[in-house]
């Protein structure tokens, strides 16, 4: 069956970073591409971005440009998610969650984030 | 970034009657395609989120035919004809053009 699985659980400092992986499996790697998503506790989700499976294309959100970093590695199937200069708001769950869209500008398809990851909780404190 | 509004933040509904959210774009997220690039997402406690409803209408595999969505351009409707005890939790409507924004959330209990 089609999984997303992430790594555990982070505890950093601020001004660290963290990479969180999210392993695939099920369908074929390249068919899709994978979005990260986080939600802070008791809050909402947020979009942080998406990146391309097929040709390592990727689209941030506006407020992670500089900090955030979207990587593929095919041969493993994974797929990772490295934030750097955390900061105290930066501790949520991250998800990472599959999209049929392969490419930055239209025409794309898109049909909705259909299979999600279990989540990773980081945690930045002093 | 198009913000994504949506209403009521929560709601109260008894087992067997409807449930209706809205939410609205800051921007048409009609494409030429003729496709409104707007999803449905519901969080259960303690769950990671589950599709629900993509490109406006469409139901996503495994999803019972009791949700439903409409719209176009900028204003959209989550419909559950008959609400269940398992359809309680948080549900978010989501723009897909470009950089994706979540709407705020409405939290759905059970009277």
């Known amino acids: 069956q089609v999984q997303l699985v992430q790594s555990g659980a982070e505890v950093k400092k601020p001004g660290a970073s963290v990479k969180v992986s999210c392993k695939t499996s099920?369908?074929?790697?390249?068919?899709?591409?994978v979005n990260w998503v986080r939600q802070a506790p008791g809050q909402g989700l947020e979009w942080m971005g998406w990146?391309?499976?097929?040709?390592?294309?990727?689209n941030y959100a506006q407020k992670m440009q500089g900090r955030v970093s979207m990587t593929t590695d095919t041969s493993t199937r994974t797929v990772y998610m490295e934030l750097r200069s955390l900061r105290s708001d930066d501790t949520a769950v991250y998800y990472c969650?599959?999209?049929?869209?392969?490419?930055?500008?239209?025409?794309?398809?898109?049909?909705?984030?259909?299979?999600w990851g279990q989540g990773t909780t980081v945690t930045v404190s002093s | 970034d198009i913000v994504m509004t949506q209403s009521p933040l929560s709601l109260s509904v008894t087992p067997g009657e409807p449930a209706s959210i809205s939410c609205r774009s800051s921007?048409?997220?009609?494409?030429?395609?003729?496709?409104?690039?707007l999803d449905w997402y519901l969080q259960k406690p303690g769950q990671s989120p589950q599709l629900l409803i993509y490109?406006?209408?469409n139901r996503a595999s495994g999803v019972p035919d009791r949700f439903s969505g409409s719209g176009s351009g900028t204003d959209f409707t989550l419909k559950i004809n008959k609400v269940e005890a398992e359809d309680v939790g948080v549900y978010y409507c989501m723009q897909a053009l470009q950089t994706y924004t979540f709407g705020q959330g409405t939290k759905l209990e059970i009277k």
């Open positions: 490109l406006g209408s």
């Open positions: 990146v391309s499976t097929y040709n390592d294309d990727t």
């Open positions: 099920g369908y074929t790697f390249i068919s899709y591409g």
């Open positions: 921007q048409s997220v009609l494409q030429s395609n003729g496709d409104n690039y």
């Open positions: 969650a599959r999209d049929s869209r392969l490419y930055t500008n239209f025409p794309y398809s898109h049909y909705g984030m259909d299979v």
